[in-house]
Nanobody, 124 residues
Framework: QVQLVESGGGLVQAGGSLRLSCAAS????????MGWFRQAPGKEREFVAH????????YYADSVKGRFTISRDNAKNTAWLQMNSLKADDTAVYYC?????????????????WGQGTQVTVSS
């Protein structure tokens, strides 16, 4: 059983940056691919970014490509989402999630473990 805890959310002005962290415990972190998703009020949870277990490959939603960077450190059992050039449309609760495999990484059902989420609010 893996526990995931997100942190680093907050209120930021448009154009600003935030760095979200996802701390894992209770499992072998390096065995899991990691993803970040977000959910805005009244909308479905959507894929943001994915990183393979080794960190060798990353994937992004078109809406964040070039602005967000996903990374991980298996020795620290932590994944991050660096968010730059934030826009009002990025406002959402952000979730990290762990998956046994990297297939269909854009689908929420591929992920077995989820954190509780952290709120990101971007003011325009």
């Amino acid at each position: 059983q893996v526990q995931l805890v997100e942190s680093g959310g907050g209120l930021v002005q448009a154009g600003g940056s935030l760095r979200l962290s996802c701390a894992a415990s209770g499992g072998t972190f390096s065995a899991y691919a990691m993803g970040w998703f977000r959910q805005a009020p009244g909308k479905e949870r959507e894929f943001v970014a994915h990183i393979t277990w080794s960190g060798g490959n990353t994937y992004y939603a078109d809406s964040v490509k070039g602005r967000f960077t996903i990374s991980r450190d298996n020795a620290k059992n932590t994944a991050w989402l660096q968010m730059n050039s934030l826009k009002a449309d990025d406002t959402a609760v952000y979730y990290c999630a762990a998956a046994y495999s990297g297939g269909r990484y854009w689908e929420t059902r591929q992920y077995t473990y989820w954190g509780q989420g952290t709120q990101v609010t971007v003011s325009s």
